[in-house]
């Protein structure tokens, strides 16, 4: 028998040492987690707590302390020294101002800026009087007075000069013209009369009688103006001077419907002493003039009529503490409201006031359909009383 010759291929064999390590797999690190104490977890706890429980107590903490807050009223903030420093200031920016216009040196007016935090319910005017007066020593006075003879055909020159006396007798030599209501009812009746009339004077004064028909006839663009259409009570028998020298020294503050309204405190030409009481004297009554109070006072600043306000006062009160001011207007002993039933409107009744402004006052409307179920139960006897009188007279 031959022999085959096939060959037989054989695998070599792998040790048993590298074959061990490369099936062995690296065993995983198992990381050991450090427990806290119990007690660290527990502070930590009750430290968050006392945290969230001491929060709301801050906070009213905090209320309290705004509310014990004082705020410094002006009267006591606004002193002598503060004063003087402003008008110090205000006097460079008249001397840059009348760089501006160097043709004409006028006694430039200085206004009082105040600012309100609560705005009043109505328009209206509060009257001031000051230690100086604000007229310049240029200005134009006029003063109007009440008829000597009421009546459409009567002359108006003997009142201008029986007034014209009267002022000459007292020693009265700032008022440079007069004028009698009815020769302002005349001789004013358009509105360019008016106009010229404005700026012909400087300050106006009007007796106290007759102040209502006046502003009537001359109309609001005189209320714009400061110095115009001043009140005065004038005992033309007693007192003339006096009363005139309280009406030159009268400052009125118009009060509009936005917080700013602006007052005049003196100008350029006086003495910074006048300037300066007047400003205090101001200051001082607002306590009792200003509609709310000092305390509605939110800042008081000085300033020229084209210049920047430099301020005197300043507060950061809270709107929330501050009583919403009302303005009452003084009415005429005669001022008598007349009010009665309404027959056109069953159950109201209606009011008529002197300036013919008129209320109606409706009533509930339960009583006008009782009144109108009344009124059927009324008919209703009627015709069966009637329907009984036939029955009787058939029978």
């Known amino acids: 028998m031959g022999k085959s010759n096939k060959m ?31 007690k660290e977890i527990a502070t930590k706890l009750l430290s968050e707590e006392n945290q969230i429980a001491r929060e709301p107590q801050s906070l009213v903490n905090d209320i309290k302390q705004k509310n014990k807050t004082k705020y410094v009223m002006p009267s006591k903030s606004i002193t002598e020294k503060l004063v003087n420093l402003s008008l110090n200031a ?8 009348k760089k501006k216009n160097t043709i004409f040196e006028d006694e430039t007016p200085i206004f009082a800026e105040i600012n309100c935090i609560k705005i009043q319910n109505t328009k209206g005017n509060v009257k001031f009087v000051l230690p100086h007066t ?45 004028i009698p209501m009815r020769q302002l009812r005349v001789e004013y009746d358009q509105y360019e009369l008016k106009r010229r009339l404005l700026t012909q004077h ?25 110095n115009m259409l001043i009140p005065v009570r ?38 910074q002493k006048a300037v300066k009481e007047n ?21 008081i600043a000085l300033k020229l009529p084209l210049s920047l306000a430099l301020p005197l006062y300043v507060t950061l009160r809270p709107s929330n503490t501050v009583v919403p001011p009302k303005l009452h207007h003084q009415k005429p002993k005669n001022f008598t409201v007349l009010e009665d039933e ?36 009324e008919n209703g006897e009627e015709v069966s009383s009637d329907e009984e009188a036939l029955e009787k007279e058939e029978d």
């Not at 205000?90 to 101002?97: D, G, K, S, W």
């Open 8 to 38: 037989i291929s054989v695998k070599q064999a792998m040790p048993k040492k590298m074959k061990a390590k490369k099936l062995q797999k690296p065993a995983k690190v198992e990381k050991k987690v450090k427990s806290k104490p119990v």
């Open 90 to 97: 205000l006097q460079q920016l008249t001397v840059h101002y």
């Open 134 to 178: 604000t007229v310049a020593s240029t200005g134009e006075v006029c003063l109007i007075t009440p008829d000597l003879k009421k009546g459409k055909k009567i002359d108006h020159e003997p009142t201008v000069d029986h007034w014209e006396e009267l002022l000459r007798n007292a020693g009265v030599t700032a008022v440079k013209t007069v």
């Open 202 to 226: 400087d300050f106006i004064m009007v007796d106290s009688r007759i102040l209502s028909h006046v502003s009537h006839i001359l109309g609001k663009m005189f209320f714009k103006k400061h």
């Open 234 to 271: 004038i005992n033309e028998k007693t007192s003339l001077k006096k009363d005139i020298d309280v009406g030159l020294r009268t400052a009125m503050l118009r009060l509009s419907e936005g917080a700013t309204s602006t007052i005049i405190v003196g100008h350029t030409g006086m003495p």
């Open 279 to 299: 400003i205090l004297s101001l200051v001082q009554q607002f306590h009792t003039k200003f509609p709310g109070g000092e305390a509605n006072i939110r800042s």
């Open 342 to 377: 309404l027959s056109t409107i069953p159950g109201s009744t209606v009011r008529v006031a002197p300036d013919g402004t008129v209320h109606v006052k409706r009533g509930p409307v339960n009583d006008i359909g009782d009144m109108e179920e009344d009124d059927e139960e």
